[in-house]
């Protein structure tokens, strides 16, 4: 049974407690706070991605717009080869790769070559004619950069039988637009929304190079592409890292923007962070606990060496498992012991020491004026001659109970000077006049009788009282005054008062 053992083992419980808080906490905040930052991370970067690519896009598609209105071109009764012509300049001034007009035959001309080429039947040509729309084709080699190029097909405007204008986009600008990185963790590519059936979903190998996503279910990504639905997978690669997959629509193009995230990447830095947190927070726990412990030490430590000392004369009686119920135990038979030595057990007033060393504490620390009373228990020794000392002792008991009923005020001080004596300390009236009569009623409150079947014996009291001066604030000073007033009150018939007079 010790107590720093048992406050030990309660702060390392609490400790452990706050600690397992604090680092579910740090966790939760930093798992929160890491999705919210990825999840605008990819926000900006489809948004910015998209940005560049739709105005590499746009930039074509204004050009051609503008090619298109012009009504040189759309004269249906020049030659291709000599509409062409026209086209040359803005060819040169906006350095495209590849400018071209076709009829709706099939028939096209363009600016790097000045024969006549049949494109009827290329899939890019057919839609645009079909649908009367911008269309834009599948990645295809150029020999004239040895490159891969993009054509963007779109119909004359306001013109039935205008056919086309295209023009090339280069892949190495996409690229560019894609390799836009706000972090490393991010990777972007294409994916070709292309409906044939050959070429659904034709740009799904640019993962599987990569070695990514196998486990995917590439006909629900085909789907989800046929019917322009935006999606996410969630999935492990090749170096058992978590990855996501989301793919997107740009508007206004065949393509879907398929981003990569690479979660692994992302947090490795960021969870070293975390883990340097946890153990910052480890480090403070256990400097805490055992800064805590120390001083638990330092304060315990008599109280368990009394604890130690008093198991001698007062034996640990509980058997319970639980300290605290062991440790409470025993502090209640030791206040109990103690009690013994300060108080009376018949009475339950103050012993002699007690009261003298109470008293004068608060004679010293009250500077108001004080009464001692000296009470003297009348016909106690004829009591317990004639009766016995059994009835002394209950005259006794009752004596005192009087005594501390009529005494009740916070400031007074009750205690049992001797076998037949008593003594009161009180401040608890206004002036002599009232100390008086409140005397007068004591000494009618502390008359009485006790009986057997044939005797009866009256009991009463005698009451010495001295008053504090400027002269006397000793209480050992006082109880002789008190205990000569006393003698004078025997001397004039018992059952009175007197005040000790200072001659």
Not at 174 to 180: D, G
Not at 324 to 339: G, M, P, Q, R, V
Not at 374 to 387: A, G, R, V
Request: aromatic content about 12%.
């Amino acid at each position: 049974m010790n107590i720093s053992h048992s406050i030990k083992k309660k702060i390392t419980q609490y400790i452990l407690l706050c600690l397992s808080l604090l680092v579910i906490f740090n966790l939760s905040y930093w798992s929160y706070n890491q999705y919210m930052r990825i999840h605008n991370l990819l926000i900006r970067n489809r948004i910015a991605t998209e940005n560049n690519i739709t105005n590499i896009i746009s930039k074509h598609t204004n050009l051609l717009t503008a090619i298109s209105n012009d009504n040189t071109l759309q004269n249906q009764s020049s030659l291709l080869s000599q509409r062409i012509e026209y086209v040359r300049p803005y060819q040169e001034a906006f350095n495209i790769e590849i400018l071209g007009i076709s009829d709706l035959k099939g028939n096209a001309a363009t600016t790097y070559n000045d024969s006549i080429e049949n494109i009827s039947y290329r899939r890019y040509f057919q839609q645009a004619i079909e649908n009367n729309k911008l269309t834009i084709s599948n990645l295809i080699h150029s020999p004239i950069s040895n490159s891969y190029v993009y054509i963007i097909c779109k119909p004359f405007t306001n013109s039935a039988n205008g056919g086309t204008i295209f023009a090339s986009v280069s892949y190495a600008e996409i690229k560019k637009a894609l390799s836009y990185q706000e972090n490393t963790s991010i990777k972007n590519n294409l994916l070709n929304d292309y409906k044939g059936t050959q070429n659904n979903c034709k740009n799904i190998n640019i993962l599987k190079i990569n070695k990514l996503y196998t486990s995917l279910d590439s006909t629900q990504i085909s789907y989800n592409i046929k019917n322009k639905i935006s999606f996410s997978y969630y999935a492990i690669n090749n170096k058992y890292q978590i990855e996501r997959l989301t793919l997107h629509l740009i508007k206004n193009t065949p393509w879907y923007l398929a981003s990569t995230f690479n979660y692994n990447q992302y947090l490795k830095e960021r969870f070293l962070f975390i883990i340097f947190n946890i153990f910052i927070s480890i480090i403070a726990s256990v400097t805490i606990g055992y800064y805590l412990m120390k001083k638990v030490s330092i304060i315990t430590s008599p109280i368990d060496d009394f604890i130690k000392e008093s198991t001698s004369i007062i034996p640990i009686q509980s058997q319970s498992k639980s300290d605290n119920i062991d440790i409470n135990h025993h502090f209640n038979n030791i206040i109990n012991t103690s009690k013994d030595g300060v108080y009376c057990s018949r009475t339950n007033l103050l012993n002699r020491k007690y009261f003298i060393q109470n008293a004068n504490i608060k004679i010293q620390t009250h500077h108001k004026k004080f009464a001692l009373l000296f009470i003297d228990l009348d016909n106690l020794k004829t009591i317990n001659d004639t009766l016995g000392h059994h009835y002394g002792d209950y005259v006794i008991s009752i004596f005192a109970q009087h005594i501390t009923t009529f005494f009740n005020h916070p400031i007074d001080l009750a205690g049992r000077f001797g076998g037949d004596e008593f003594i009161i300390l009180t401040n608890n009236f206004n002036n002599e006049i009232d100390l008086i009569d409140k005397l007068q009623k004591l000494i009618i409150e502390l008359n009485g009788s006790v009986s057997n079947a044939s005797t009866v014996i009256p009991f009463s009291a005698s009451i010495g009282v001295a008053l504090t001066d400027n002269e006397t604030r000793d209480i050992e000073q006082l109880i002789i005054h008190a205990d000569k007033a006393v003698y004078d009150s025997k001397k004039k018939g018992k059952n009175c008062y007197t005040f000790y007079i200072n001659h």
